[in-house]
């Protein structure tokens, strides 16, 4: 079965070990077998060169089952009260016990999501990414909302994944988000799970023609702080695909992750598409976050923008890897890529990788990156004015990760990522 028998680690091993041979769906037996070809990625692979999963993952801790009444106790106690409506995974389940009831929305449809739905195989197929596939291989139990065209929901969604199950387990969760034509919805994903073991998920967005959505991530303990400690490993797939004239805005917030992986796989597939990518991250200690994302334009006249924004303290470690593909026949592409980091330490490292991949001749497309320390003096001035420098430097920071927030149109969506970026601050781990 593939490349990692030859010399698999051991983590390869559990995983083979933890995916049946006698299971029959057609489709998760492809998924397992494209992953076993592959293996888990290490540097000698391009795109992970800056995150070698392979030499991380030393073992893969057994997978979290369907969560009891235990276990969905236990992730209830961690829900708040939202004016969204919610929906919640356990542990990579779809929790319908914790969820909210759709069926009286005018215009929403929440149901399981089926390994041989149309949808997902068209965009599972245009990412090819192995851990994509070993997330399709052990996925179970996961969700679609979708919103029927011309649809208009006054009130947002909100995705939210806990844990239930206590210590070190494989968390596999799925969903997908169908926007229908000409709908527009606002999204919220609030990722509040176990920093120890292994998570492995991804979600589907799929825009139709003239959709719009505006979605916004919360990678942190959102009572307030990082999700301190752990020795997680982590890799979120985000996988869109834009029809004519639609539209998506996305962006994320994230802190406190021992080692993360975000990667994005961006298709405009319809003439006029506009997609809007940005993410502020907050690093400090040994942390590792990894975004990585490649955007096609598969149509004429598309537009994207993408603005990164880190800030990294003590010896944390951020890496952006950014490719903007526009194919011969995607003439007027208009794609523009930035990534800028903040050191506030010597030990602190940061790796910027933006790439063009260019084959049509009528295009507007550039990139960049950067990476400075806070400006000595714009510290003097505020200080000059009885502001203390700790205070100082926690205002620039924040003036300097809060743009990454500016693409979102839901004014709702972008102040409580503001507020979010201000409580993470409070604390002066960045000061």
Not at 20 to 35: C, Q, V
Request: hydrophobic share 45%; with cysteine.
């Amino acid at each position: 079965m593939g490349a990692i028998l030859q010399t698999p680690t051991q983590a390869e091993q559990d995983l083979l070990a933890s995916f049946s041979a006698g299971r029959t769906e057609r489709e998760r037996k492809a998924a397992f077998e494209r992953f076993a070809n592959a293996g888990l990625p290490s540097r000698r692979v391009e795109s992970w060169h800056y995150t070698d999963l392979r030499a991380k993952l030393r073992t893969a801790p057994p997978r979290a089952q369907k969560p009891g009444a235990a276990a969905l106790a236990r992730a209830k106690e961690k829900l708040g009260t939202v004016d969204r409506f919610r929906i919640v995974t356990v542990d990579g389940f779809f929790s319908r016990e914790l969820s909210d009831e759709l069926s009286a929305v005018p215009g929403v449809r929440l149901r399981p999501l089926l390994e041989d739905d149309i949808r997902l195989k068209r965009l599972v197929q245009g990412a090819g990414d192995a851990l994509l596939d070993l997330n399709g291989a052990f996925a179970e139990g996961g969700f679609v909302l979708e919103i029927a065209p011309g649809g208009r929901v006054d009130a947002g969604f909100e995705l939210v994944a806990l844990d239930g199950a206590t210590g070190a387990l494989g968390r596999f969760g799925r969903g997908m988000v169908i926007v229908g034509e000409d709908s527009r919805a606002a999204l919220l994903e609030t990722r509040g799970e176990s920093r120890e073991g292994f998570n492995d998920s991804a979600l589907f967005l799929s825009l139709g023609r003239g959709a719009q959505l505006d979605y916004a991530c919360r990678n942190f303990d959102s009572a307030g702080g990082a999700l301190a400690g752990g020795a997680a490993v982590e890799v979120q797939t985000i996988v869109a695909r834009l029809e004519q004239d639609a539209r998506l805005r996305a962006t994320a917030l994230v802190a406190g992750a021992p080692f993360l992986r975000r990667q994005l796989f961006v298709s405009c597939a319809g003439e006029r598409a506009e997609a809007h990518l940005s993410g502020g991250v907050l690093l400090r200690g040994r942390e590792h976050v990894d975004t990585t994302l490649t955007l096609t334009h598969d149509a004429p006249s598309c537009i994207s923008r993408e603005t990164f924004k880190y800030v990294l303290a003590d010896q944390a470690e951020g890496v952006f890897q950014g490719k903007i593909v526009v194919p011969p026949h995607a003439q007027k592409t208009d794609g523009k890529m930035l990534c800028r980091g903040l050191l506030l330490s010597d030990e602190a490292s940061m790796s910027s990788k933006p790439e063009l991949e260019i084959f049509a001749d009528d295009v507007v497309c550039g990139h960049g990156a950067a990476c400075a320390r806070l400006d000595e003096s714009q510290l003097f001035y505020m200080e000059s004015r009885g502001i203390p420098r700790a205070e100082a430097q926690g205002i620039l920071v924040e003036a300097f990760a809060a743009e990454a927030f500016d693409i979102i149109d839901d004014e709702e969506l972008r102040d409580l990522l503001r507020l979010d970026l201000k409580r993470l601050l409070a604390g002066g781990a960045f000061s």
